[in-house]
């Protein structure tokens, strides 16, 4: 099974517009997929589940917002 690996400067090009620390925050509390550790200075993140992240943030926005 092939999986497309994508770097920070990919995911920014996606159109995630967070800092390095924030995606790590985000990452710890389980609000955005965890990173792939590729070496010790290096990681990635598996391609679908951004995707799928940027799926549901969009699907979210078409809920009615809670008063």
């Known amino acids: 099974m092939s999986q497309t690996l994508l770097s920070y400067s ?5 159109g995630v517009g967070a800092s390095k620390v924030t995606l ?5 509390a ?5 990173r ?3 070496s ?3 990681v990635a993140w598996v391609e679908s589940e951004i ?3 940027l799926a549901d943030r969009i699907a ?3 809920q009615p917002i809670a008063a």
């Open 30 to 34: 389980g609000r955005f997929p965890r």
């Open 40 to 42: 010790s200075q290096r």
């Open 60 to 62: 979210a926005r078409r």
């Open 24 to 28: 790590w925050r985000w990452e710890r």
């Open 51 to 53: 995707d799928a992240w």
């Open 10 to 14: 990919d995911i920014v090009k996606r």
């Open 36 to 38: 792939v550790a590729l």
